[in-house]
């Protein structure tokens, strides 16, 4: 059975970074995609990233684009995203999930079919962004 387990939250400034970590483990495939997503107070899902561990290729949302960054080490099995430039609308939950295969589904359009695209999730890490 798969398990994602995210870490890395907190509470930050307007223009702080942060880096998040989510680790995976109880698979042998080395063929999978991680990707993030967030969920702000009475918001739906969003998704936010996503990289193909294999060859460490990466997409990102139109809103988080040139600020977050998603990165891998496969050694460790576990994914990274560094958030630059952080804004009070970037506060949310923030959760990732894993899938079999080498492609990312797009974190853009209906966050819905982002989230249902992996079928392992954590319980995520809360991100405050507040002066």
């Known amino acids: 059975q798969v398990q994602v387990v995210e870490s890395g939250g907190g509470l930050v400034k307007p223009g702080d970074s942060l880096i998040l970590s989510c680790a995976v483990s109880?698979?042998?495939?080395?063929?999978?995609?991680i990707g993030w997503y967030r969920q702000a107070p009475g918001k739906g899902r969003e998704g936010v990233s996503c990289i193909s561990v294999q060859d460490g290729s990466a997409v990102y949302a139109s809103s988080v684009k040139g600020r977050f960054t998603i990165s891998r080490d496969n050694a460790k099995k576990t994914v990274y995203l560094e958030m630059k430039s952080l804004k009070v609308e970037d506060t949310a939950a923030y959760y990732c999930g894993f899938r079999e295969g080498i492609l990312c589904p797009v974190p853009e359009g209906s966050g819905y079919h982002y989230v249902s695209a992996f079928s392992s999730r954590g319980q995520g890490t809360q991100v405050t962004v507040s002066s």
């Open positions: 109880g698979f042998t495939s080395d063929s999978y995609a």
